[in-house]
């Protein structure tokens, strides 16, 4: 049972648009979310977060939207960078656990 | 240093093998994680230490032993590996649990088992 689930495997958006990866989650405990940018063969680097408390969270071009009602967040880049293209796994966890859940990830590629 | 490494980066085995990943991380985080990755598959939690003690084992088999040896380290030791046992092996450190906790990712290691 995929708790964490990114339903798009691919995006392709061009240099200088917005780019919008969507991530929805079925655990109602989930009180904190992630997502992390994956280049082949490394490791995942972590861009962003957001507690439950909040709706939104900014950090230069990355910006996350949660709507808890719906069980959705998103990440949204804006503008996006050819640098940008890599997979994207959004992952959730909740207060008192070291257990994280990844999504399936999307391929985000930014054509120049 | 905000630097998790993993050794070695690749690693094939035979089936009858024993060998070990190592994990390391100097920045004074009390939690670590193995995390085995399949090709075009999320990360998948294996162990976590908390404190220098096995904090959660997803029910993996035995065949894979981790081992704490302090705050900094992190094993996985490997024995009598199947084929589909071949992924990618990824170490993760974090400060504090789930909920406030970013974990640092370290490069991994790309196991084959022929």
């Known amino acids: 049972d995929q708790q964490v689930k990114q339903n798009s495997p691919s995006l392709s958006v061009q240099e200088g648009r917005i780019s919008i990866l969507n991530c929805d989650y079925t655990?109602?405990?989930?009180?904190?979310f992630l997502w992390y940018k994956k280049y082949p063969a490394e490791g995942p680097t972590f861009l962003i977060s957001?507690?439950?408390?909040?709706d939104k969270n900014e950090d230069g071009r990355f910006t996350v939207f949660l709507n808890k009602s719906a069980k959705h967040l998103s990440l949204h880049i804006v503008p996006s960078q050819p640098g940008d293209s890599a997979v994207y796994f959004c992952?959730?966890?909740?207060?008192?656990?070291?257990?994280?859940?990844f999504g399936t990830g999307t391929r985000l590629k930014v054509l120049a | 240093d905000t630097e998790v490494t993993q050794t070695p980066k690749h690693l094939v085995m035979g089936m009858t093998n024993k060998k070990s990943l190592k994990c390391e991380q100097h920045?004074?985080?009390?939690?670590m994680y193995w995390y085995k990755q399949k090709a075009k598959k999320p990360p998948e939690l294996m162990f976590v230490?908390?404190?220098?003690?096995?904090?959660i084992n997803e029910s993996v088999p035995s065949r894979f032993s981790p081992e704490c040896p302090n705050s900094s380290l992190l094993n996985l030791h490997l024995h009598a590996l199947q084929p589909e046992d071949s992924a990618l092996y990824l170490c993760?450190?974090?400060?504090?649990?789930?909920?406030?906790?970013?974990?640092?990712f370290g490069p991994g290691t790309r196991l084959t088992v022929l």
């Open positions: 993760a450190s974090s400060q504090t649990s789930g909920a406030g906790g970013e974990q640092f």
């Open positions: 655990n109602s405990m989930f009180d904190y």
């Open positions: 957001i507690s439950s408390i909040k």
């Open positions: 992952a959730a966890s909740w207060q008192g656990t070291y257990k994280y859940i």
């Open positions: 920045m004074g985080h009390r939690a």
């Open positions: 230490y908390s404190y220098e003690k096995l904090s």
